[in-house]
């Protein structure tokens, strides 16, 4: 059974910092990793989406990395800002029908 | 990008009551919507995933006759809840694939606002 872990559950950063998330699998048979974000008491908006054959994604301020064979992912947050206040999800697909959550990073950044 | 909409964002009902809630693919059409629950600081889980004109195919550990799901066309997914006591109270998320020409690898989810529930 495939099973998603982040780390940390909880950053609070000055604005300006840049910042790592990790998220690490334990089944490293996927299709895709997803990155995405969660603001309080929302649904979820899709930042970045690696397939399994990709090693890592931009997008702006944002960069994701894959490394499969070890079941690890990284999201880099550039320059971070109070709007990049949030939780951030990580989610593997390893099935037609399967996408596996971790429990997210709540992101705090302050002014 | 492709949008899902919920409705309502939320809802309070007395016990017992049974709660409809709507989830919607505004432009695309999604041959599978997903539904999905999430407490107050946990990850999302899966109850069920449905298929445009059959059955849900539910996880385990979910009622069936408990959460009705209904996918009577491309665009609209349905999630009742019957019956309905407080430790059903939860935020409930909707979800839809948009079919992709690049197989799995390249398939993703667009999800809905989610729908807070609130049972006295």
């Known amino acids: 059974k495939q099973e998603v872990t982040q780390i940390p559950a909880a950053l609070s950063v000055p604005e300006g910092e840049n910042l790592v998330l990790n998220c690490s699998f334990t089944d490293s048979a996927i299709y895709n990793l997803q990155w995405f974000r969660q603001d309080p008491g929302k649904g979820l908006t899709s930042l970045l989406l690696?397939?399994?054959?990709?090693r890592e994604q931009t997008s702006g301020r944002l960069n994701a990395s894959l490394d499969k064979s070890s079941g690890r992912s990284t999201l880099y947050i550039a320059a971070s800002q109070p709007g990049d206040s949030a939780t951030y999800l990580c989610a593997v697909r390893s099935g037609y029908s399967t996408l596996t959550f971790g429990k997210g990073t709540m992101l705090l950044v302050s002014p | 990008g492709a949008v899902v909409s919920q409705h309502p964002s939320r809802v309070i009902c007395k016990s017992g009551t049974s709660v409809k809630i709507e989830c919607r693919s505004l432009?695309?059409?999604?041959?599978?919507m997903f539904w999905y629950r999430q407490f107050p600081k946990q990850s999302l889980m899966l109850m069920a995933t449905?298929?445009?004109?059959?059955?849900?195919?539910?996880e385990q550990g979910v009622e069936k006759d408990k959460f009705l799901i209904n996918h009577a066309s491309l665009t609209l997914s349905t999630l009742t809840v019957t019956s309905a006591h407080p430790e059903d109270s939860s935020f409930y998320i909707c979800?839809?694939?948009?079919?992709?020409?690049?197989?799995?690898?390249?398939?993703?989810?667009?999800f809905g606002p989610g729908t807070r529930l609130t049972v006295l």
């Open positions: 979800s839809a694939r948009a079919p992709l020409a690049g197989g799995p690898a390249t398939d993703t989810q667009y």
């Open positions: 449905s298929n445009e004109g059959s059955k849900a195919t539910y």
């Open positions: 690696i397939q399994s054959s990709q």
């Open positions: 432009d695309f059409q999604a041959t599978t």
